[in-house]
C-alpha cells in the first residue's frame, strides 16, 4: 500500500468502440509521464475501464524522484585561464552563472578540445509533489476520436482541457493518501452548474444499482484492493474480462433454456460479443420472443442484422441452424424485473421486424433489373459518375475478366457481366436504405 499509486478518471459514459483504445492509451501515457518526470513506475502498470471510468493502478511507485544531474559545458581552458594559472573573466563569469566558485569546475576532453564544465546536481522531489504534473501530462495527452469542450481549463496555462466526455470525479490517491489536483472551471463558462472537480479518495458506483438504498452516493477508498471490492458491492464489475464472462455464460445458459443455442452469426460477426462489455458495468442477460412470422418470412441475413446491428442483441438458432423467433439482450442491470424489461424490448425488436417485413414485401414488388436505371439518380463520385455508369463499367470488366483472364465460355461470361450489372442495384431499394450493412446482401437475395 505504502506505494501503490491508484487513478481514476470518472466521467459521462463513454462509447464502447473507444474503451479498448482508451483503456491501452492511459496506461502508456502515465508510463510514459512518470518516466519522464523522474518517477519510473517499478511494477507494471495495470489499467482498467467501464463505460464511465478509466482506472490505473500502479503497486510501487518511487516516493521521490531520481536525482538529476547535467553537464554544463563553459568556455575552453585556454579562454578561462591566463599562462599563470589566473582564472580570465571567462571563467569566473561561467562559475557564478552557475552559482559556485571556480574551483568548483571541472575540465573535461572534447573533440574540439578541453573545456571547463560543470556538474550540476538536483535531489528530486518528493513523488506527492510531482504526481499533479503526471496527472496534467496525462490529461492533456490523451486522445479521442472526438473531442468536447465542457468548459473546464488546467492550471498550465495551456488553455481548455478537451476531453472526450466531461469528468465528473477523480480518484487520486498514492500511499493511501489523496494527491492534490483541481480542473477549474473556465473563465468562459455560460453557466453556474459547471463545476471544479477537484480530487479525492472517493469514487462511484453503479448509476442505478445500490445497497444502501441511494444509488450515486460517494464511495471512499484508499487502497486498490479496497476499490475493487467496493465497487463489485456497488454494482460495478471493474474486469472487463469478468463482465465478458460473465456475459458469455449467461448468453449459453439462457439459450439452452430456449432449446437452441447463440447464432452463428454473432461468432462470424464477432464484434457483438466484443462490444457489448463496454457498454455495461454490472452486466445480465435477458430473453424475449417475437412473432414466428418474421422468421417464416424474412431472410435470415435481415433478421441477424436487425438483431445484431440495430439492437445489440443476440439472435438464437436451434440444433438445426434456423434461426428461433427468439433472442438474447445484455442489460446494465440486475434481472429483477425480467419480464417488464424483456416485453419493452420485444416492442422495439417487433417493430423493426415489422417495418423490415414491410420493406421487404414492397421491395420484391419492383424486379431487380428495372432498378438499375434508379441508380443514375445515385452519385458514386463527381468525377467518376453515377452508379449506373459504375455498374456498366463493372459489367464490361466482368465479362472480360470471365472470357480472357479465365477462358469461360459465352454463356459463363454472360452471367458474370449479369451479376455485375446488377451488383449496385440493392442500392435503391427500401431494406438497404434502413438497413444499410445489408447493401450488396439484399441484391443476391432480390435477384
Known sequence: MDRELLLEIGCEELPASWLPPLTNQIGDIVRAQLEAHRLPAETPVETFSTPRRLTVRISRVPERQTDFEELVNGPPVSAGFKPDGTPTP???????????????????????????????????????????????????????????????????????????????????????????????????????????????????????????????????????????????????????????????????????????????????????????????????????????????VLPDEVLTTTLIHHQHYFPVEGEDGKLKPAFLAVINTEPDNERSIARNAERVVTARLRDALFFWESDRKTPLESRIERLSTLLFHKQLGTYKEKAERIEKLAAWIATDAFGADEATAKHAATAARLAKADLTTDMVREFTELQGTMGGIYA
Open 90 to 296: 571567462a571563467a569566473t563569469g561561467f562559475a557564478a552563472k552557475q552559482g559556485v566558485d571556480v574551483s568548483a569546475l571541472e575540465r573535461i576532453e572534447t573533440p574540439k578540445g578541453v573545456y571547463l564544465a560543470f556538474r550540476r546536481r538536483q535531489r528530486g522531489k518528493a513523488a506527492v509533489d510531482v504526481l499533479p504534473s503526471v496527472l496534467d501530462g496525462t490529461l492533456r495527452a490523451l486522445t479521442f476520436p472526438k473531442l468536447m469542450r465542457w468548459d473546464a481549463t488546467l492550471d498550465d496555462g495551456r488553455g481548455d482541457l478537451l476531453f472526450g466526455r466531461p469528468i465528473r470525479w477523480l480518484l487520486f490517491v498514492y500511499g493511501g493518501r489523496v494527491v492534490p489536483f483541481t480542473i477549474m472551471r473556465s473563465a468562459a463558462a455560460q453557466t453556474g452548474q459547471v463545476q471544479e472537480v477537484t480530487t479525492g479518495a472517493v469514487t462511484y458506483g453503479h448509476r442505478f444499482l445500490t445497497t444502501s438504498g441511494r444509488a450515486g452516493r460517494a464511495i471512499k477508498v484508499r487502497t486498490f484492493d479496497d476499490y475493487r471490492a467496493r465497487l463489485l458491492e456497488n454494482f460495478v464489475m471493474l474486469d472487463r474480462s469478468e463482465r465478458h464472462n460473465k456475459i458469455a455464460r449467461e448468453l449459453d445458459a439462457k439459450a439452452q433454456r430456449l432449446k437452441g443455442r447463440v447464432s452463428r452469426a454473432v461468432h462470424s460477426d464477432a464484434g457483438l460479443l466484443h462490444e457489448v462489455p463496454d457498454l455495461v458495468e454490472y452486466p445480465s442477460v435477458i430473453a424475449g420472443t417475437f412473432a414466428s412470422e418474421f422468421t417464416d
